[in-house]
């Protein structure tokens, strides 16, 4: 809000609207969007407003979600698909009856599920972690992008661990894109071995917005290796307070003023590294370095883990544009798990819950060809 507030106020001084966008890095169209909701609405029209849509096609009348969990208390019994057919009979024919899969995910939802027992642990969200001692839990993020004496753009990808305060990682990239992202985490991995958990924000490429359950590419294989993932609150740095610090330090030594290239700002970076690792000594290590306290992790980068399903029916495979193809169904997943094995079973008479690793991503809908979303493990919970 006080980025949008200095735009403003800067374009009413006089400032050209093409100047500002390039400046603050924004498109001509965003800009005029900030400066008309401002007209509008005054300062409330400078703050966030909820990407939360008008409309949900999954969602369904409260009265019928009512009328399904007073059916089933009255028959505990009944299982979704019998839930639906006595709908059908008692309900005008105008009114139209969910799937099967909705109404389970309606019971599931109030605790009308029996829940299966699992030997293993199963996932309960991703509450954030103490991360006491080294590798126990590693931050990243993208710090803010700046301008380099080129006007090019320069994007520092950042991972500290979160006990000792080592930064293992300062890269300058020129955009946030995920393959960049993955070979600099691979040469981490390789180098240092794995965390336990990895804590982000939402943003790409760490999660992706319109995916399901916000899975990206970058999500997956970090489970797929057994690292953890934990998200911050949306508007809430200080979760990550200790990485933000560290950004602060970074941009006062190595971007006031920025390199003239990407090439003289990466040396800039390694040169901060190297300081804060093993020469800047830290009030909350009892001014130890960084360096001092960093130990390797006894994890070693050996690829990725096989999936245990020993508890589901089937295993299929996603394909390569996120479909899964079930009882000759195709059904959208996410591309995000291309090419990724899934679990399958059935947890009632023609509902069919899916997994990945330990998480279960929804059921499946054969009317509506559609896979019915749980409540999201990384999100509102962290």
């Given at each position: ?280 000594p830290h009030e909350s290590l009892e001014m130890k370095c960084p360096g001092e306290v960093y130990t390797f992790s006894p994890r070693p980068y050996q690829g990725l883990l096989e999936p245990d399903y020993s508890f589901h029916d089937q295993i299929k495979f996603v394909g390569t544009g996120g479909h899964l193809y079930f009882k000759k169904t195709r059904i959208r997943v996410t591309e995000a798990l291309a090419g990724q094995p899934v679990g399958i079973k059935e947890v009632d008479d023609g509902v069919w819950l899916v997994s990945f690793m330990q998480y279960d991503l929804g059921y499946v809908d054969l009317e509506k060809k ?13």
């Open positions: 809000m006080d980025e949008r507030m200095r735009f403003v106020i800067r374009h009413k001084d006089g400032e050209s609207m093409a100047s500002l966008c390039r400046e603050f890095g924004i498109s001509r169209k965003t800009g005029y969007k900030i400066v008309e909701r401002y007209k509008q609405d005054g300062l409330s029209g400078l703050s966030d407003r909820t990407r939360r849509p008008y409309r949900s096609a999954r969602k369904i009348a409260e009265p019928i979600e009512a009328a399904i969990v007073a059916l089933k208390k009255s028959k505990p019994h009944w299982g979704a698909r019998k839930i639906k057919e006595r709908l059908h009979r008692t309900l005008p024919s105008e009114v139209a009856v969910p799937a099967s899969s909705t109404i389970h995910a309606v019971l599931d939802r109030h605790g009308l599920v029996e829940k299966v027992t699992r030997s293993r642990v199963r996932a309960k969200g991703t509450a954030l972690s103490e991360g006491l001692n080294a590798n126990d839990l590693w931050c990243t993020d993208f710090k803010g992008q700046f301008r380099l004496g080129n006007h090019h753009y320069c994007y520092p990808l950042t991972v500290t661990d979160h006990a000792s305060r080592y930064v293992l990682a300062c890269e300058a990239f020129e955009s946030t894109k995920e393959s960049p992202v993955f070979m600099a985490f691979e040469a981490l991995f390789k180098e240092r071995g794995l965390p336990l958990a990895i804590r982000s924000d939402n943003g790409v490429p760490f999660a992706s917005p319109s995916a399901l359950i916000n899975l990206s590419k970058l999500a997956v294989w970090w489970i797929r290796l057994g690292i953890g993932i934990e998200r911050i609150k949306p508007g809430c740095p200080q979760q990550n307070g200790r990485h933000e610090r560290m950004h602060l330090t970074l941009k006062k030594e190595t971007t006031r003023p920025a390199a003239p290239n990407m090439l003289q700002q990466q040396e800039k970076f390694d040169s901060f590294v190297d300081e804060f690792n093993n020469e800047r559609s896979l019915q979303p749980l409540d999201n493990p990384f999100g509102a919970k962290v």
